[in-house]
């Protein structure tokens, strides 16, 4: 049953733009410093332009690596939300018997780099939706590796021959084949037994892979997709800002003709103005940061002041940060008001953060225990699911004091829980056995009702109604 014993070949692929490699030959006169930061910000400028312009990439899963790799807001969301699965536990009271626990013992701490494996999983479902690996082992080892393949470069199969297209009409359903690099020269094959593959909101998710096939169902939904928009409009704000403030920020340099009004010859004096330009500009290229140049008095070096004549984009960009942050579903505060969450009046965005993420951690634990799985049944055979034991994620907020001890008393009062009961919430030695007993609720006086439409400060009440004592009606004169 040596099913996974073979290995894809292992390369590696790297994407990108290539800079001008012109610039890695300047002179060392024409001062690298000044050259590299000027380079450093057409880069950022054309990375970003490409991102807002360019619509041919392969598939969108090229085009949230180019918004993770550019947008520091996704990328500390996205790092933030990952870490959470390096906090877990595996619960091995659950397994059926010893030699189980020790075969996942062995796997988990042992065989695979496994914290790696959570981590980089629950990044792959926030950015691509799908997290597919490669399992690797035998019927007398189990599984000995689990290999991350590239989500942009796999397509999914069912099982039809070429000729038969697979489009809206009829769309792939099943996952029978993945195929790794598909129509090039290094293609592979794996069966659908041989693949872990995570996903998330696939159940109703169309796809078209790179090679223009339809799949229903088979794929999961990025959280980056509905992003597209909001992340492009994001850098056009804020490239053409950039280059508005580069347009606009501006040195004059004014040489008086004092300086050579002792020069009679036009020619001469033209030498001598561009001479003592080269000189100016020489100076302030070889300044340090805590330096300040000294001139005559006949050059005088003009700032323009650009700060009432650009826009204002802060609240703009702001607002598309607050979008991402919402949609990550990862609570982000600002100026004392709580942002992030689509029902913010109702609902707070760390409640909405704290549901996504431990969803994402339930679907990573059932992976798990399909990995867990597969294991067995290469070196054990059948068996059932209940009897692996389970991974367990630590709670992604922790109960404050005051939290608990509202918790222990709304118990007690109402009289769901005992007084030991209680006391242990809040971490207390019970008393005893007169502690163990459980009373009913407790009643609170809440006064008298007052009459319908009574007026303030009348004595009248339902219960004197009741008891017969009508309250003196008072006749007109």
Known sequence: MDIFRRKPTEKAYFSGIVG?????????SENPMILAAAAGLSD???????????????????????MLELDPELNGAVRAVSLTANSYSIDYRLAKNATIREHIRLLVEETLDFDDFLINAMRNLMVYGNDINKLVGTSSEGIQMVQSL???QITISDGRPATQPADQANPILESNDYILRETQQTEERFSGEEILHIKIDYRSNWFLDSQNKWSYGIWGASRFSSLKQAIRAKYNTIN????????????????????????????????????????VITTLEGLRGDQIPIF?????????????????????????????????????????????????????????????????????????????????TLLMGEHSMKDLPKLVFDPIEEETPMLRMQRASLGKSSGLLTLNQSLEILDIPPIGPEGDVRGGSEQFDIGETPRENSQPGATDTIQEEEEGEVPEVLEDD
Do not use: C
């Open 296 to 376: 005559p008095d006949y050059i005088t070096i003009h700032h323009t002041d650009t700060r009432n004549t650009l826009p204002d984009s802060t609240n703009f960009l702001d607002t598309v940060n607050a979008d991402i942050a919402a949609v990550l579903q990862v609570p982000r505060v600002a100026a004392g008001q709580e942002r992030g969450s689509t029902f913010a009046a109702t609902y707070n965005a760390s409640m909405w953060a704290t549901n996504a993420i431990r969803r994402l951690q339930q679907i990573l634990a059932q992976a798990v225990q399909d990995l867990f799985s597969t294991h067995i």
């Open 20 to 28: 001008d490699k012109r610039d890695a030959f300047r002179p060392a």
């Open 44 to 66: 950022i400028m054309t990375d970003t332009n490409r991102l807002r312009t360019n619509s041919n990439f392969t598939t969108d899963f090229d085009l949230y690596d180019s």
């Open 240 to 279: 053409n800002r950039i280059a508005l403030e580069e347009s606009m920020t501006k040195q004059f340099i004014t040489i008086d003709m004092s300086a050579v009004e002792h020069i009679t010859d036009p020619d001469e004096q033209r030498n001598r103005l561009i001479h003592i330009m080269d000189e």
């Open 150 to 152: 590239p989500i942009n």
